[in-house]
């Protein structure tokens, strides 16, 4: 049965595809291990590469500012990515990078057992929710798969890029907090 050090330990050394040979650092997660909410973004950038952090740059800026707006911070909820290691130039990770890495969230979330996750935009909705989703269409609403509560937002970035969908994020966020006050026993808003 994993265990947190053991998880990381093991994640820390993967080699299970070609952007191990790129990478500056494995970038496992971070936040409270017991968090019932799991935010889920596509994968580390040069900065989440340099510091092994997820989510520390300017999309990772504008994310504690959107947690904050509800009540949030990141040491309340977990924040993840589908793959662990940067791809070149920040590309998206090819099908073959994120099967071959899906298994580390997998058991992350075993070990978490989060009552909603949050798919930071459409490649992790893809992988997390369904395989058609549509983040323009299908964003904010939410998808129960087993026993947990699903929904993705627009990726930090993309709001950075368009400012024009963030009151809707905005909405979906506050979504969030309802959906958070209903379900989560133990974290305080």
Known sequence: MDTWESLRAECLTCQ?????????????GDGAED?????????????????GKPFVGRAGKLLDDMLEMVNLDRTKVYIAN????????NRDPLNVEQDACIDWL???????????????GRIAAKSIIKKDYRITAEHGQWFEKNGVQMTAIYHPAALLRDVSKRPDTFEDMKSILAKAKELCEHTEF
Do not use: M
């Open 106 to 120: 997998r058991r992350q979330t075993a070990l978490l057992r989060p009552k909603i996750i949050v798919c930071l």
């Open 82 to 89: 589908i793959v662990k290691c940067r791809p070149p130039q």
């Open 16 to 28: 299970g595809c070609s952007l191990a040979e790129t990478r500056t650092n494995v970038v496992f």
């Open 35 to 51: 968090a019932e909410i799991l935010f889920i973004g596509e994968g580390p950038g040069q900065h989440e590469d340099e510091q």
